[in-house]
């Protein structure tokens, strides 16, 4: 068995206003071992995608803490926080969240230029090969309304690998796309995470993308079920 990667203690998220409490997470628990391909799979509304933006830094836990490599995420202050998000995770969503103004290679390399202004030819030159790796070598300088929903997610992915992350947070990857296309970057996800030994975490509410996973954690109101 590898080793655990990430250990979720205790998570729970809520959210209080002056009138009323809306509990989206309870005490969830569960390890992720290194080199692991998981989907997290519920109905919607199940809190799947608030428990990704936890693992990932994105969102503070009302309670509980996750370990990424025997760490506390939720130990450190923000700046901290930011880093580890930067350089060791890699985030894929649903709708792709390019930018517009940039093409597809610019998009890829801005994680890069966020970590650093150093080492930028050889970042250029990882973009150009996670492109091509991607089906996209002649795509490089198209912006994304020039490309289609399939290359827009392929471009999204490379972005997301460009820092060479451990872990990559993958949330509905497909849910915006074709089958084709969604069994297509579901192959790749899955490419990546055997020849690279990259930890994946796919949120889906489909069983078929779920059922493709080395494990499953369901998720149902909030908490961890069998």
Same mark, same amino acid.
């Given at each position: *068995?590898?080793?655990? *990667?990430?250990?979720?203690?205790?998570?729970?998220?809520?959210?209080?206003?002056? &009138? $009323?409490?809306?509990?989206?997470l309870r005490? @969830?628990?569960?390890?992720?071992?290194?080199?692991? %391909? #998981? &989907?997290?799979?519920?109905? $919607?509304?199940?809190?799947?995608?608030? #428990?990704?933006? @936890?693992?990932?830094?994105?969102?503070?836990?009302?309670?509980?803490?996750?370990? %990424?490599e025997g760490?506390d995420i939720?130990?450190?202050?923000?700046?901290?926080? &930011?880093?580890?998000?930067?350089?060791?995770?890699?985030?894929? %969503?649903?709708?792709?969240?390019?930018?517009?103004?940039?093409?597809?290679?610019?998009?890829?390399?801005?994680?890069?230029?966020?970590?650093?202004?150093?080492?930028?030819?050889?970042?250029?030159?990882?973009?150009?090969? #996670?492109?091509?790796?991607?089906?996209? $070598?002649?795509?490089?300088?198209?912006?994304?309304?020039?490309? $289609?929903?399939?290359?827009?997610?392929?471009?999204?992915? &490379?972005? +997301?690998? !460009?820092?060479?992350?451990?872990?990559?947070?993958?949330?509905?990857?497909?849910?915006? #796309?074709?089958?084709?296309?969604?069994?297509?970057?579901?192959?790749?996800?899955?490419? %990546?995470?055997?020849?690279?030994?990259?930890?994946?975490? !796919?949120?889906?509410?489909?069983?078929? !993308? +779920?059922?493709? +996973?080395?494990? @499953?954690?369901?998720?149902?109101?909030?908490?961890?079920?069998?």
């Open positions: *068995m590898n080793k655990d *990667m990430i250990k979720v203690s205790g998570i729970c998220k809520s959210y209080r206003d002056s &009138a $009323s409490s809306l509990e989206v005490d @969830i628990n569960f390890t992720v071992g290194a080199g692991e %391909f #998981l &989907a997290i799979q519920g109905p $919607s509304g199940a809190g799947k995608s608030t #428990l990704l933006h @936890i693992l990932g830094g994105l969102d503070n836990p009302t309670g509980g803490t996750v370990y %990424f760490a939720y130990g450190l202050d923000e700046n901290a926080r &930011a880093l580890f998000r930067n350089r060791k995770v890699g985030f894929v %969503f649903q709708f792709f969240h390019l930018l517009p103004e940039l093409t597809a290679l610019e998009n890829v390399l801005l994680p890069s230029i966020l970590r650093s202004w150093w080492g930028r030819k050889k970042d250029l030159e990882f973009a150009r090969q #996670l492109l091509a790796r991607l089906g996209l $070598s002649q795509r490089l300088v198209h912006k994304p309304a020039a490309l $289609s929903g399939g290359e827009q997610q392929r471009v999204a992915i &490379a972005r +997301a690998l !460009i820092n060479r992350p451990h872990l990559l947070l993958c949330d509905e990857p497909t849910g915006n #796309l074709d089958s084709e296309n969604g069994e297509n970057i579901l192959h790749l996800l899955k490419e %990546f995470n055997r020849e690279e030994k990259i930890t994946v975490l !796919i949120v889906t509410h489909d069983k078929d !993308i +779920a059922g493709s +996973a080395g494990r @499953i954690i369901h998720l149902k109101d909030g908490a961890v079920f069998n």
